[in-house]
């Protein structure tokens, strides 16, 4: 039996996140080795995790009957280490980043609420805001997925509460840059949340504007350049006004025992940070070199490529049969039919790409 009359209207209209694909259903879709498949579909840090982090949730296994401290103070202080932003700038959050941006929609968004989505982007902002009761505005990417500024701000209105950037952007890779984020914080009478879940990846970095306006939250994660997707647990840098009332309806204890103390440990392990770093810049640089199609300019830990002629959804299945998982973007609104995110990978994975698209391409 059905009852969606019981659900909020507001929920009708939402389309499911699509997450990337996991090693086990596509080893049993395709009757492949799981040990043999490639993950290149998420973003995932391909060096597996810090070693220091998973010594870290060894030795605090014993302790996860007792519950974390609310408010995760003894992670606050690692990254205000690591960001040199005070404690009263940082919100510590779970699960990941996703679960601020939770917290947030339901500190900021009241029924008829607009937000700003310039599009594509991750499809999670747009979930969240519209389940607090927001009104999605799209707004389409120019030439070469440049954001459109000019259009953001245009679509500003009396309603507008929140306009979602994301610098280094999922998933076309382009930065958002200071003078135009500038613009914008100075143009609006909203809240802009700028993700910057690729940001170690990139040459440019903007939450230093914390300290200069009252109205920009940025948002950053330890899922992708630290390597812990699987602890989902993020942050966010904004001034103290915002995180004093943040801190009022903040889920409690919303970040795990392990979780805490992985955090901390890959805060300190700088080798591995700036291996994965090296890695990712390396690599893409490689896949855009190689991939026989085009392959849009990326900031991030991953690549988009431009299959056309040909389709991502026939291209993505072939890559999947050989046990290659990529990301089929036309989940992402706005992407089309042809884009397809590859995650960049180790040297040897890398190469393996290459050679199946090249084998796609000549088919
Ligand atoms: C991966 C990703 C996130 C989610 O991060 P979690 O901390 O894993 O929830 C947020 N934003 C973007 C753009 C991402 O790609």
Redesign the pocket.
Known sequence: MRRPELVKKEVSGIAEYVPGKSIEEIASKYGLDPASIIKLGS?ENVLGPSPKAIEAVIAHASGINIYPSADASELVEAISVYTGFPVENICAAG?????LLDNLMRLLISAGDEVILPIPT?S?YEIAARANGAVPVYVSSGQDFAFDIEGIMNAESERTKIIFL?SPN?PTGRLVSEADLRRILEHTGGLVFV?E??VEFSDCNLAHLINEYDNIIV?R????AFGL?GM???YGLMPAWIRSEYMKIATPFNISVPAIVAGIAALSDTLYLQESIRCAREGRDFLIKQIPFRVYDSQANFVLVDVAPLRSRDVSEVLLKKGIIVRDCRSFRDAGETLIRVTVGTPEQNEKVVVAFKEVSVA
């Open positions: 973003n699960p990941g980043m996703d679960g991750f999670y994301c999922n993700d879940a690729y948002g994660t330890f899922s992708k997707a989902r647990l993020g």
